[in-house]
């Protein structure tokens, strides 16, 4: 049985502020950490890897996955189906690894009131200006000029839903961001792991307290 049960981390934001650059990033900072790959019916962008970026799914069995109930949580987004495949979500927190979602604020809602007995940790990711979020999904190169116009009229859908999240940071300088997100993950590990200790000691301290009174 590993010591505690391993922490969901959220990272929600609207497309193109950073979340998939800063998840990467973490991944290569600690190993441990699991990312959760998420289905979707969107068709893969050149050097998106299957079983890696996503499982790259038909409309038809994505709705058998939600009617089977496959998927810890799913959502229209953008016009395509996207959900988080349950199955090794609950095998990696079971085996006391935390695990990485990046994923819209309805999946965000959806995981933090799933019962899956796990911490969660969300966090919200703005960009420092409007016309530097266009400026990153133009930059990135992989959207046409329709899809990026969609994604920034539904960038402030997803904005609004910001107070809903245990930490918000504004992705301004990337290495910035990565550092606080580090610090954020560390900071919650301690106060999960530090619990159930925390409860014998006060016991103990109340004992010391009620011998000495
Ligand atoms: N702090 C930053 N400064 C400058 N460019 C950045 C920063 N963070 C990310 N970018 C760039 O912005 C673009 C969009 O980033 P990314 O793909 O990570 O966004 P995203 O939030 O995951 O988008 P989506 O929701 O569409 O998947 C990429 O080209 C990335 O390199
Ligand atoms: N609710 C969920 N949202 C997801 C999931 N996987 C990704 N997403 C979000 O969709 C948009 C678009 O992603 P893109 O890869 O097409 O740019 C972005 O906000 C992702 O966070 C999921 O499993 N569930």
Same mark, same amino acid.
């Given at each position: 049985m590993p010591e505690r049960r391993g922490l969901l981390v959220i990272l929600s934001s609207p497309? !193109?502020? !950073?979340k998939s650059t800063l998840a990467r990033r973490l991944m290569s900072w600690d190993a441990s950490l699991k990312f959760s790959v998420s289905a979707t019916t969107r068709v893969a962008r050149p050097g998106e890897l299957e079983g890696q970026?996503?499982?790259?799914?038909s409309e038809e069995k994505f709705r058998r996955w939600v009617k089977d109930g496959e998927l810890l949580e799913h959502a229209h987004v953008f016009g395509n189906n996207y959900g988080s495949p349950r199955g090794p979500v609950q095998e990696a927190i079971d085996a006391g690894r935390d695990v990485l979602f990046d994923i819209d604020w309805q999946g965000a809602q959806q995981i933090q009131k799933s019962a899956l007995g796990s911490h969660t940790l969300s966090i919200f990711i703005l960009p420092p200006s409007i016309v530097e979020l266009r400026r990153r999904l133009i930059s990135r !190169?992989?959207?046409t000029a329709d899809t990026i116009a969609k994604r920034m009229r539904k960038s402030w859908d997803e904005i609004s839903?910001?107070? !809903?999240?245990d930490y918000v940071i504004v992705n301004d300088d990337l290495t910035e961001t990565e550092e606080k997100l580090k610090t954020i993950i560390r900071a919650e590990r301690m106060r999960v792991a530090q619990q159930p200790r925390l409860l014998d000691h006060v016991r103990k301290l109340q004992n010391e307290f009620e011998d000495l009174t």
């Open positions: 497309s !193109g502020a !950073g970026d996503y499982y790259f799914v !190169g992989q959207d839903h910001w107070d !809903g999240y």
